[in-house]
């Protein structure tokens, strides 16, 4: 079992950016695949971003491509997801998980997942 924590969420206006960071616990992080979801009030959660152990490869929704770069550290423990040009519809509370899904958006296949962290962008 994997413990995340979530950071970096808050209030920004649209056309911003933040970062957010989750900080795994454990000594095989770098073998897991480390995902990014989010959820609107009222709406279900949504695949957002994901990369694999060695950050060979990443796939994000197409909504946020060209926006949103997900990075890891694994010397850290640590995955990134630096959200650039924010708008309001990316607000939302967003989840950091860890697992082995395939494809890389199977949302149950993910095994651990985190507290969450609010992300609000003002318009």
């Known amino acids: 079992q994997v413990q995340l924590i979530e950071s970096g969420g808050g209030l920004v206006q649209a056309g911003g950016s933040l970062r957010l960071s989750c900080a795994a616990s454990?000594?095989?992080?770098?073998?897991?695949?480390m995902g990014w979801f989010r959820q609107a009030p009222g709406k279900e959660r949504e695949f957002v971003a994901a990369i694999t152990g060695s950050g060979a490869t990443i796939h994000y929704i197409e909504s946020v491509k060209g926006r949103f770069t997900i990075s890891r550290d694994n010397a850290k423990n640590t995955v990134y997801l630096q959200m650039n040009s924010l708008k309001p519809e990316d607000t939302a509370v967003y989840y950091c998980a860890a697992g082995a899904p395939s494809p890389l958006s199977g949302e149950a296949e993910y095994d651990d997942w985190g507290q969450g962290t609010q992300v609000t962008v003002s318009s």
């Open positions: 454990g000594r095989t992080f770098s073998s897991y695949t």
